[in-house]
């Protein structure tokens, strides 16, 4: 049972470039989150799913879009990577009603 | 929108000491939850708790949901090296199922 994976680990971004996080859970779980992580700030949320084919924005989706066109993905996209987006990317996704979320292990991203 | 104060910010204590950090909040919670997260991976749940006054334990840890459900209290009691992370309450509202989270304490032990 793998939980919620996160790919990829690591990547190395130019300003400008754009690229695709993706999230899969195996737990059949309705709702699926995006947050970011930097120090001192928390988990911020940036986009999150309550159901297939559904997205709502979060706390920080500025230059962040999602899609979620199976219930077991959710995928975030940055278009136009910049510095500020330098951070690390969780996952996580719960039931439906349910409490507490199960996270991936993180994506850790440098816009350089 | 919510805000959780979670304090202290970090700590750094010596090995068998015991540690307690909290969460406080100008809204009222249904639920409160406390997270641990290990260096390099993503957070995991520790405790859950669901109704006022509730006291709940998991080993060394006990956690507790304020009587005024705008706080709740994390204890770790007689620290090891592995309780280095960073723990982060968070608390969920009543109606709908996001769940807002406090800025983290970070936890370092001294051996």
């Known amino acids: 049972n793998a939980g919620v994976t996160q790919t990829p680990k690591f990547r190395v971004l130019k300003t400008g470039q754009s690229m695709t996080l993706l999230c899969a859970q195996d737990m059949n779980h309705e709702y699926m989150y995006w947050y970011r992580q930097d120090p001192g700030m928390g988990l911020r949320l940036i986009h999150y799913?309550?159901?297939?084919?559904?997205?709502a924005k979060g706390e920080v989706p500025d230059g962040y879009n999602v899609s979620r066109l199976k219930k077991q993905n959710f995928l975030l996209g940055l278009e136009s990577a910049a510095p500020s987006q330098t951070s690390v990317y969780f996952c996580?996704?719960?039931?439906?009603?349910?409490?507490?979320?199960?996270f991936g292990s993180g994506t850790r991203l440098t816009v350089v | 929108g919510q805000q959780l104060n979670q304090s202290p910010q970090s700590m750094f204590i010596q090995e068998g000491e015991d540690v307690s950090m909290n969460c406080t909040s100008s809204s009222i919670f249904n639920t409160w939850l406390w997270y641990k997260q290990d260096p390099g991976e993503g957070p995991v749940l520790l405790i859950a708790?669901?109704?006022?006054?509730e006291l709940t334990s998991n080993g060394r840890l006990t956690a507790q949901f304020g009587i005024t459900r705008k706080d709740s209290f994390l204890n770790i009691s007689a620290s090891i090296p592995s309780d280095v992370g960073i723990y982060f309450c968070a608390g969920q509202l009543a109606y709908g199922n996001k769940l807002v989270f406090g800025a983290g304490t970070i936890l370092r032990v001294k051996s």
């Open positions: 708790l669901y109704k006022a006054g």
């Open positions: 996580a996704s719960s039931r439906s009603g349910g409490s507490g979320y199960t």
């Open positions: 799913s309550v159901g297939e084919g559904t997205t």
